[in-house]
C-alpha cells in the first residue's frame, strides 16, 4: 500500500512539474498561478499542496532537477593551462551541452524565464566561484582591481547568453563545438577569439 502510494504520488509530482514546464512555454513565471497549475493539471489545489507549498516550491524543484547533472558537469575546475587541460575542459563543457541538448524542451523555457534566468546565474556563479581558479592580483594578465565576484558573475551570465542562443537558434551547431568555442572565448578572451587585433 506504502509503495503504490509513493508511486502515485511521483507520479503526481511529474505531472505537476509537466504542467508547469507547459505553461512556462506560454507565460512568464511571475505570471502563473497555483489555479492554473492545478486547472491545467487536471487536479485540485488541495492535490497541489500536498505536493508543493507554493509556485517556487514547483518552480525549485524542476529547476534543481535540470541544474543538478549540469553542475555536476561543471565540477572540475576551468583552467585550462596547458593542451593537455584544454582538451579536458573542452569534454567537460561538450559533456554539459549534450546534457542542455537532452533537456532542450526545459532548458528553453528556463533562459526564457527572469526567475529561473536568475537562479540558473546564482547557481553557476557559486559553483564557477569555487571552481575557477583565477590569477593572482599581481599577475601581469590580472585585470588591475577587477573583483572576483565580478569577473565569475561576468562569466556566468555569458554562458547563460552562449545557451540561450543555441537553443533559441536550433542547436545548430554540435556539443563539442559548442565546448570548443566556449573554451576559446574563456582561454583567450573575446578579441583573440573573434581574431581582432590587440591594440597592445
Known amino acids: 500500500m506504502r509503495k503504490h502510494q509513493d508511486i502515485r504520488a511521483r507520479l503526481t509530482r ?15 513565471f511571475e505570471v502563473i498561478t ?3 497549475i492545478a486547472e491545467r493539471a487536471m487536479v485540485n489545489r488541495a492535490t ?20 543538478e547533472q ?12 596547458s593542451a593537455s587541460e584544454g582538451e579536458g575542459v573542452v569534454t567537460l563543457l ?13 532548458y528553453r523555457v528556463m533562459v526564457r524565464n527572469a526567475w529561473f534566468t536568475a537562479k ?3 547557481t553557476l556563479a557559486e559553483l564557477l566561484g569555487k571552481r ?19 569577473a565569475v558573475a561576468s562569466l556566468a551570465n555569458w554562458l547563460i547568453s552562449m545557451i540561450r542562443w543555441w ?27 573573434m581574431g581582432i587585433p590587440s591594440s597592445r
Open 14 to 28: 511529474k505531472l505537476l512539474q509537466d504542467t508547469l514546464l507547459a505553461l512556462l512555454a506560454e507565460k512568464r
Open 34 to 36: 497555483v489555479g492554473e
Open 48 to 67: 497541489f499542496y500536498r505536493h508543493y507549498q507554493d509556485k517556487y516550491a514547483l518552480g525549485n524543484s524542476l529547476f534543481q532537477e535540470a541544474i
Open 70 to 81: 549540469l553542475a555536476c558537469d561543471l565540477s572540475s575546475p576551468l583552467k585550462p593551462l
Open 94 to 106: 561538450a559533456t554539459s551541452f549534450a546534457h542542455i541538448a537532452e533537456y532542450s524542451r526545459l
Open 120 to 122: 540558473m546565474h546564482d
Open 132 to 150: 575557477l581558479s583565477l590569477p593572482p592580483r599581481s599577475s601581469q594578465n590580472a585585470v588591475e582591481g577587477m573583483p572576483e565576484e565580478l
Open 167 to 193: 537553443l533559441e537558434n536550433g542547436m545548430p551547431h554540435p556539443p563539442q563545438q559548442m565546448a570548443l568555442w566556449c573554451t576559446t572565448f574563456i582561454s583567450s578572451g573575446l578579441f583573440q577569439a
